[in-house]
Structures are given as structure tokens and as C-alpha cells.
């Protein structure tokens, strides 16, 4: 049962445009939520987080937006650059039993930037 | 300065042999943290340690896979008589405590069981 979805395993946009990545949860309990990009034969490496208090965070050219009624987050990336191809993971933590730390990971969604 | 990093990148085993993974997290951290990404799949957590006390180890797939850190730096995950299931990449997190911290990976060790 897959608590944390990336229903889209690939997008493709132009150079200058939006991306927008999104990520559907389904656990209630998670109140924290990341977004890592991973490189070919690299590790993933962490974006942005936001927390259940907020509904937006932004960093930079990144923002990412948390709907809880609707267990939905999404990340947009303004404007988008060719550096930014890689596999975006979405990824949720959840405060009970003190394992905040354990990360959730989505399947990841395959963004390409064309030039 | 120095990353998270993993050794051997890659590792062919033959069915039923024995695999050790090694893992360097950032000088300094305190928590560690082991995951197993399936091809297709995001990383699914496998266990953490605080300094070298294994204080969650609930992801460890089987009896077979056991994880060490006695000197609060340096881990090995160790996968005893491996399966073709077991085939993923096995990736090493690290973070300065473990509530919240920021959680950086190595590049992990590529194992392909045949």
C-alpha cells in the first residue's frame, strides 16, 4: 500500500516554463513533506521541505505548496533550466512513536527540461 | 567538504553468497540511515542509527540483512545468502541529528544478485 504517490512517472517542459510536480498522500498522520532530486548514479539530494503548519515555501526558483484537505502537494519550479532534469522524489515523515526521521518516498517523477 | 560515501558502487553476487556494503557518512553526524531502492521504486527505509545504537530497525526485509555501526561512524549493511529479490541499489543517508535533519545520501552500491 503506497502511502506517498507520484501518479506521473515523467514530465517534459520547455526551458523558461513551469514545472509542476505533484504528490498525493495518504497516511493522515504525516506533517512533514521534502522534495529530493536524484541525478543518474547519484544520490538524492534534498530541494525543499515545507511543514503541516504551512501551506507554501518557497526557495529560489522552487515552491512548493501543501493542500492538507486534499492530502496533496505539489512543486513548482519557475522558470525551468536544462539543469534541472533529474527524478524528483516527494517524501513524507510523520511525528508518532518518535520516528520523525523515517522518510516515506514516492516512486519519483522523471523531469525533462528541453532547450 | 566530504559527502556520504558508499563502497563498492557496484557488486555482482551469485545466488546465496554473502555481500557486505559500506557506508561513510559526513564527519560529525550522529544519525545514519540505510534504504533499498527497488528498480522503478522510490527508497524505502531500511534502518537508522543514532551514533551506534541501532534504534530502529523495523525495514530489514528478512533475518538475513543486518546492519552495524560500532564505532559510531561507519556502517555495514551485510546481506547473508543473497536472492535475486535482494537486487537493488542500497543507498547511506547521514544527518547531523536525526528529528528533521536534513538527510544526505551517498551514491549508493548498485547489487545485482544472479
Known amino acids: 500500500d503506497q502511502q506517498v504517490k507520484q501518479n506521473s512517472p515523467s514530465l517534459s517542459v520547455q526551458e523558461g516554463r513551469i514545472s509542476i510536480l505533484n504528490c498525493d498522500y495518504t497516511n493522515s498522520m504525516f506533517d512533514y513533506f521534502l522534495w529530493y532530486k536524484k541525478y543518474p548514479a547519484e544520490g538524492p539530494t534534498f530541494l525543499i521541505s515545507?511543514?503541516?503548519?504551512?501551506d507554501k515555501n518557497e526557495d529560489g526558483r522552487f515552491t512548493v505548496f501543501l493542500n492538507k484537505s486534499a492530502k496533496h502537494l505539489s512543486l513548482h519550479i519557475v522558470p525551468s533550466q536544462p539543469g534541472d532534469s533529474a527524478v524528483y522524489f516527494c517524501a513524507a515523515s510523520a511525528p508518532r512513536g518518535g520516528s520523525n526521521y523515517k522518510l516515506t518516498f514516492g516512486k519519483g517523477t522523471l523531469l525533462t527540461v528541453n532547450p | 567538504g566530504a559527502g556520504v560515501s558508499q563502497s563498492p558502487r557496484y557488486k555482482v553476487a551469485k545466488r546465496g553468497q554473502d555481500v557486505a556494503l559500506r557506508c561513510d557518512p559526513i564527519s560529525g553526524h550522529v544519525s545514519l540511515f540505510w534504504y533499498q531502492q527497488a528498480l522503478g521504486q522510490g527508497p524505502e527505509f531500511l534502518t537508522y542509527f543514532q551514533n551506534e545504537a541501532q534504534l530502529d530497525k523495523s525495514g530489514l526485509p528478512s533475518d538475513r540483512f543486518f546492519a552495524e555501526r560500532p564505532e559510531g561512524s561507519v556502517s555495514t549493511l551485510k546481506i547473508q545468502r543473497t536472492q535475486q529479490e535482494d537486487s537493488a541499489v542500497y543507498l547511506c543517508?547521514?544527518?547531523?541529528?536525526?528529528?528533521?535533519?536534513?538527510?544526505?545520501f551517498g551514491p549508493g552500491t548498485r547489487l545485482l544478485v544472479l
Open positions: 543517508a547521514s544527518s547531523l541529528w536525526g528529528d528533521r535533519e536534513t538527510q544526505y
Open positions: 515545507i511543514s503541516s503548519i504551512k
